[in-house]
């Protein structure tokens, strides 16, 4: 009787787990991936980044702008990368990154 009972309490929980996870239409998860879809990507050279405090005070600065999703900082290669907002224009991201002590070719 005890073997009974511990199965049907795992396939409840199996079951409500799987109903609880199920992948509907509205799920929140379908609608952040198609937002994500809608971002653009700028990768700019950015000379004058020498440590990660420098990766940091670029990455803050950029992230401050409205519309930014994602900024990424690749010292090695001077490289940064900004998924934002179409809105956002390219100057405005070179801007505030000179403006934090950069500079851009």
């Known amino acids: ?16 787990l799987v109903a609880c996870g199920g992948e509907e239409p509205g799920n ?6 198609d937002r994500s879809s809608a971002f653009v990507k700028t990768e700019l050279t950015v000379w004058g ?3 990660n405090s420098c990766a940091n005070r670029i990455s803050r600065a950029v992230s401050a702008l409205d519309g ?5 900082v690749d010292l090695r290669a001077e490289l940064v990368t900004v998924e934002h907002e179409p809105e956002l224009d390219a100057q405005t991201i070179k801007d505030s ?8 070719p």
Request: with cysteine.
């Open 28 to 33: 929140p998860r379908d609608e952040q991936i």
């Open 68 to 72: 930014v999703a994602h900024v990424s």
């Open 97 to 104: 990154i000179t403006a934090a002590g950069y500079n851009i």
């Open 49 to 51: 980044m020498t440590c």
């Open 1 to 16: 009787m005890k073997k009974l009972a511990l199965s049907m309490l795992v396939i409840a929980m199996v079951f409500a």
